[in-house]
């Protein structure tokens, strides 16, 4: 890895790591998936050395709020962790992160790090100016849904009986 996409690595670790932590203020109530402790750490399910693909490192399921006893001392809490990854996100999302840890892919070039730093850049923005306490659906992604395994649609899915209730 050069340099230079070592280093829009680390920005975009960052900017990814602070909207998963503001994302589950809001999503977790700023608790540990795994132990309802104080969340300060954007934990992987999938480890970064279990699963180096960019694609596992920066998903927005593969990622969630822990406390750092968790994170860094009982291995993600694994257990407790993926019962919790599949209540806090509606679906077996356990089983479809399983299948794309398979995926195979090519390292990320310097364009798709500079894309996904703009877009979590204007996500994590977003997130900040959504008043406190307010628990929806994540913001909309175009460019990040593709990267994510494109399961976007599937959660709007689920959103939409409601919806189709008022028509009614
Ligand atoms: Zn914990």
Redesign the pocket.
Known sequence: MSSDIRKLKKKLTKIFNEFIRVRDQKLQGGK?I????L?TQAGHYYSTSQCPQPSMIFNEKNVNL??A???CWLHG?IQDYSVALNKKWGYNVVEELAVQRTFKQNPWTRFEYEVMIKEYTKKLAELKMQPAGVVNEMPKSKSGSSAHGGRVVERQRIVRPRNGKKNA
């Open positions: 540990c795994s132990c309802n402790n969340g822990q406390c006893h968790c994170n809490s």
